[in-house]
């Protein structure tokens, strides 16, 4: 039984598959974005050859660095960006590591990334690479609240701050649309799913929200310096988040995999559906990425604290209304 | 930007998905050319009547006409001068000279971008 655990941890559902789901995933997007765009797209395995080349390459660190910053924040990425894929939902509701506040230890970890991305930008003495972290920071500070506010939200229609119980919660809740608070609930979920799935893009530095390393004037932001193995580790990690997150999503909004009892292939079942769900909010993530350009970052803080938080709150603040008065 | 461009954006990139991409694989495929493309010049030696009009036309000197005999005459077009601006076709009466869609012309010496043709003086009649 050991054994077996190890192996969970290590390999189907833990951090071997997740790291060959999130190169499956960052092919698909890059695929999606590139036949929305009319091209045709990169082959299959692209994403892995580009990390086996760049761990083939020599490191190179720029003078007056933080040597061991630049060496150590990419292992804390990858290793935080792992930690975190071992609460998802992939073959059962319940995730690798799971507790009541789960979800909250998750958006703490996803915080820890995000930061962390300051000091690499910051410690590598180059100007693009200290103005991409500035930029990375503020919209990190910027995208946080929305999202903890919009996953609070569902927290509070499934009563739970543990991610398996809402998972359980939210798959069940298709089936019964009982009472008329429930049907009422859509307004908000819908609100709040939008509300993460932008921000969702402001943590995977994507489309609306790439100023962090705005290809065409900062270079490559906060990663300019990164070279070889380094920069390696934080492409993955990034390919890692993208699955943390799109897999969150659609657990917490979309309901995971469920437990259906269909004797031999409940398992089976329980995972083809998860890799629906997840696919479709891979699919909204290449879509806004693809028909928005990008923001500057005074425009794209502005639209987060402007709009996106008050909505949220709005959202959250409709969830408690519809359950004390509608019955939900 | 309105949620109007937004709109249309999404709707394009949605017609985009589900259409074949505008890429083309180089070597064995090819972009086509309009009808009026203006690529190499290509001379019709059995038009040409050695007036050296487009000679004296061309702001780059790149055709050259040559005198090898009594009746014979080099033609030669300089690619690597050429700068395919279109006045030869433009001045040539006798419809003896055609800028052609054809636009790979590389080549590794360039003693090879001259096309020599060989023309032949007509006798007065």
Redesign the interface.
């Given at each position: 039984m050991m054994i077996l655990r190890i192996l969970e941890f290590f390999i189907f559902p833990g951090a071997l598959f997740a790291i060959v789901l999130s190169v499956i995933l960052m092919w698909l997007v890059r695929k999606?974005a590139?036949?929305?765009?009319?091209?045709?797209?990169p082959p299959f395995l692209q994403p892995l050859y580009d990390f086996a080349k760049l761990l083939a390459k020599e490191r190179v660190y720029p003078e007056k660095s933080m040597r061991l910053v630049l060496w150590l924040i990419p292992i804390l990425q990858f290793s935080v960006a792992l930690t975190m894929s071992l609460f998802l939902p992939i073959i059962s509701p319940e995730g690798l590591i799971s507790f009541d506040g789960d979800l909250f230890f998750f958006l703490f970890l996803l915080g820890i990334h995000g930061s962390s991305a300051f000091f690499l930008g910051w410690m590598s003495n180059n100007p693009y690479g200290g103005s991409g972290s500035g930029r990375a920071v503020l919209i990190e500070l910027s995208f946080e609240i929305p999202l903890s506010l919009s996953l609070a939200g569902i927290a509070n229609v499934a009563r739970s701050m543990r991610i398996s119980e809402i998972t359980l919660y939210m798959a069940g809740v298709f089936f019964t649309f009982g009472s008329f608070g429930k049907i009422l609930l859509i307004i908000p979920w819908s609100l709040l799913l939008i509300i993460s799935l932008i921000s969702t893009l402001g943590a995977l530095e994507y489309n609306p929200f790439s100023a962090g390393h705005a290809e065409t004037e900062i270079v490559a932001g906060w990663m300019t310096e990164l070279t070889g193995p380094d920069l390696a580790l934080v492409k993955m990690s990034e390919f890692l988040n993208l699955t943390n997150l799109s897999v969150l999503i659609a657990a917490l909004f979309l309901g995971g995999p469920p437990v259906y009892e269909i004797g031999l292939y409940t398992r089976f079942v329980t995972f083809l559906v998860f890799l629906v769900k997840t696919l479709l909010v891979v699919f909204a993530l290449a879509?806004i990425k693809?028909?928005?350009?990008r923001l500057r970052v005074d425009q794209s803080t502005e639209g987060m604290w402007k709009y996106l938080l008050p909505l949220a709150l709005g959202g959250v603040i409709l969830i408690l209304l519809i359950q004390q008065y509608g019955g939900a | 930007m309105s949620i109007t461009k937004y709109l249309v954006a999404g709707k394009t990139a949605l017609v985009n998905l589900f259409s074949k991409p505008n890429t083309v694989l180089f070597p064995n495929e090819m972009v086509e050319t309009s009808e009026d493309y203006r690529g190499t010049p290509v001379l019709v030696p059995e038009n040409c009547t050695l007036c050296k009009k487009c000679e004296r036309i061309c702001p780059t000197l790149a055709i050259k006409i040559e005198k090898l005999g009594d009746v014979e005459h080099q033609f030669i077009i300089d690619l690597g001068r050429c700068c395919y601006c279109g006045e030869c076709e433009a001045v040539c009466n006798f419809d003896s000279i055609h800028l052609q869609n054809v636009w790979m012309t590389a080549e590794m010496d360039r003693e090879k971008l001259k096309r020599i043709s060989t023309v032949y003086k007509r006798r007065k009649k």
């Open positions: 999606l590139a036949r929305m765009e009319n091209r045709v797209g879509f693809t028909i928005s350009s | -």
